[in-house]
């Protein structure tokens, strides 16, 4: 058990593979050779569309993105331990996730292009639409995860959340209330080292994250965020440990965005070259690359076909995304409630009368 | 940094205050079976032994924040227990004019900032109080006092983490008196023991009997001194326990009389506290009749100023909620 031996006041984390692609063969989880290529692939085409929405936003093809270059492994290896049944909810920077779960490309884009639709998931696709603001969401994840208990049905929830988040009321709320209930609950936190520009450090006196978990009684470990092995390993754990009634954890994956907070961000302005450059080195792709290259397990021309294959995914996502059609404008009042207020019914009429006056005009 | 043992005047002091507290509330449950006051009421008997021996500490330019359970704080704190007892009768001499009733008494003079009806609304108050000390450099400590209900919501964690990282002169004192109104602490956190949840701030969490008022003193002295050193909070934790119902007409279907007795019997900290300093040669038979008589006239003192004192006047309803006049 991860959780026993790993002390976060002591500041030990999980780690199996070395940014230098060695692997610790005492820890090594049930995963071979080609599911690690498999979880080679999802990461690189996260990375590529990560790259390319931030392109279609400078274009103005896209809205505010929120970047994940450099947690690709965070978000690969914590969803491959789930099944169809298990619930994810997550913040905006999970894209990543969100997909791995079953939520098409296509949607993903949808949604960052402002179409409304992009939130609708497809039926069996156990995900919530992002949620913007800071810390909202892991009270959501308690709902389902409590619902899942309640009705027996073996479902564990799964909630994403940043290192700012955890600073926020309604987090503390959620995990105290997932303790008590003994909801099949997991707490993930991406400690990527920022709020937007806060460090860590100015954001809480703990030096660990993971160990907030003593405070509402069960197990909070620090991971790799960057290793998918060891992020593998220690979600494994905690959501067989969820599935089986034992209750939560809070799993501290620490990791490092290395692109913006948002494309309304300029990191330039709260950290230096070298500390990204830093983590460059860390790069959670690189380190499987130069694993399975040791392995023989990966080549440049298996590379290059990943390349295109990746590429073209993305592309056809983004393309088939902006073939919807733009939604009229009064579809803004269509999806809050089930019956419209009457307020939002007057607003509505408001709008459309607006409207009609500007093509008069 | 040990702390000082309280000197014999000291203990003289407290002990008076423990008893004003526990003779006021009874006066007050008593008016309210009179239907003499507004509103409800929340008594801290059984748990003197918090308020009195940690402000025991602080000058009147500290801050405190209180909760619905705010008497024991006020008096501990030396609010005036007449302006108090008008409050609670609804009279305009009252602290709040007679229009904030048992749950909003606040005395700046004094550095009481006031009780509050929403469960855990004081932690923000607190921290700022602790952030204004720091900025103005004052050496001003700032006790934030809360039930085990409040730590379980939001403001709780959101405070003391900043309170934590920005090292403020803040006290985080939970008074865990086991039950949140009628639910039991272990229906609602896992965790036994609220000091325990100090590790989530990085700050030292301290644990003591809330019904020793020596323990309380000597705990309670070396957090408010650490704060003062600017070495930043504490989450201290006093387990204690409230004699009487939640509000005053609980039924207390939660818990049995037993469990009542055996705290109320063998626990009560103001027995606790005369026991010593009889032991210590401090406190005479003819002394305690003394301070108690005292109490008790201050106290008929304070409801025959309330008694007198007049009700607002309906054009005061709309006065003194916004700094400028909205009626």
Redo the contacts between chains.
């Keep these: 058990m991860f959780a026993d031996r790993y002390d976060p ?1 002591q500041d030990e984390m999980v780690s199996i593979l070395t940014p230098d692609g060695c692997c610790d063969e005492t820890l090594r989880p049930d995963l071979d050779d080609e599911q690690i290529r498999t979880m080679y692939r999802q990461m690189l085409t996260m990375r590529l569309y990560d790259r390319k929405a931030v392109s279609m936003q400078r274009q103005g093809r896209f809205g505010t993105y929120a970047q994940m270059e450099g947690q690709e492994a965070c978000m690969a290896a914590s969803t491959y331990p789930l099944e169809p049944r298990d619930w994810i909810v997550s913040s905006y920077r999970e894209t990543g996730a969100m997909w791995m779960h079953g939520v098409p490309l296509k949607l993903l884009s949808l949604y960052w292009m402002g179409n409304e639709f992009g939130s609708h998931m497809p039926d069996g696709v156990n995900v919530l639409p992002v949620s913007i603001p800071v810390g909202s969401h892991p009270l959501h994840a308690v709902g389902l995860a409590y619902a899942g208990k309640y009705r027996q049905d073996g479902s564990v929830a799964v909630t994403y959340f940043g290192d700012g988040a955890t ?7 959620a995990m ?2 997932a ?2 209930y003994e909801a099949p609950c997991v707490f993930f936190c991406q400690n990527n080292q920022y709020a937007i520009s806060v460090p860590v450090r ?6 660990t994250i993971a ?2 978990a ?5 197990p909070g470990v620090l991971v790799d965020g960057n290793d998918i092995m060891a992020v593998y390993a220690v979600m494994q754990e905690a959501v067989e440990r969820a599935r089986r009634g034992g209750g939560p954890s809070l799993i501290e994956a620490y990791t490092y965005r290395l692109g913006a907070h948002t494309t309304a961000d300029d990191p330039t302005k709260y950290r230096d070259d070298a500390e990204v450059e830093f983590w460059r080195s860390r790069d959670p792709l690189l380190r499987v690359q130069k694993y399975l290259h040791a392995r023989g397990a990966w080549s440049e021309d298996w590379e290059h076909e990943l390349l295109e294959a990746c590429t073209g995914e993305v592309e056809q996502a983004m393309n088939d995304a902006e073939a919807v059609p733009q939604p009229p404008p009064q579809d803004m009042f269509r999806y809050m409630f089930a019956e419209p207020s009457a307020a939002l019914r007057e607003q509505e009429a408001a709008l459309l009368a607006a409207l009609q006056v500007q093509q008069k005009g | 940094m040990p702390v000082e043992a309280p000197s014999a005047e000291k203990l003289l002091d407290m002990y008076a205050r423990m008893w004003r507290i526990r003779l006021f509330e009874e006066q007050a449950e008593y008016q309210s079976s009179q239907g003499k006051v507004m509103g409800a009421l929340h008594t801290y008997i059984g748990e003197e032994g918090v308020a009195v021996p940690a402000c025991a500490h602080l000058q009147d330019t500290d801050y405190i924040t209180s909760t619905h359970r705010g008497h024991g704080h006020c008096i501990a704190k030396g609010a005036d227990i007449s302006r108090m007892m008008a409050e609670l009768f609804g009279r305009s001499t009252g602290y709040c004019k007679g229009k904030g009733g048992s749950m909003h008494i606040a005395d700046f003079q004094v550095g009481m900032l006031g009780a509050n009806g929403i469960v855990a609304g004081g932690f923000g108050i607190a921290t700022g109080a602790g952030l204004a000390a720091q900025l103005r450099g004052s050496g001003q400590v700032a006790v934030c006092f809360f039930g085990d209900g409040a730590a ?7 405070n003391i ?2 309170g ?2 920005w090292k403020l002169p803040v006290v985080y004192v939970c008074e865990n008196n086991q039950f949140a109104q009628w639910t039991p602490q272990k ?5 036994t023991d609220i000091a ?2 100090s ?5 030292p969490g301290v644990q003591v009997d809330g019904m020793d008022p020596l323990a309380v003193y000597e705990a309670a002295g070396e957090a408010i001194a650490r704060a003062r050193r600017g070495e ?1 909070p504490t989450l201290l934790e006093c387990k204690t326990y409230r004699f009487h119902g939640h509000n005053f007409g609980d039924p207390q279907q939660y818990r049995t009389r037993e469990e009542i007795a055996e705290w109320s019997d063998n626990r009560d900290p103001i027995k606790q506290l005369a026991a010593h300093m009889r032991d210590a040669g401090i406190l005479s038979d003819e002394q305690d009749a003394d301070i108690q008589n005292t109490v008790q006239e201050e106290i008929t003192a304070a409801v025959r100023f309330a008694e007198s004192s007049p009700y607002p006047t309906p054009d005061e309803l709309y006065k003194d909620v916004y700094s400028y006049d909205i009626g």
């Design positions: 006041l600073s926020e009321g309604d987090v503390h709320e105290n209330l303790g008590v100015e954001q809480t006196a703990s030096p160990q907030k003593l405070a509402y009684g069960f | 379980n919501r939001g403001p709780f964690h959101e983490n900043i934590a990282v229906d609602v956190t896992l965790v325990n949840m590790p989530a701030y990085g700050i930043g």
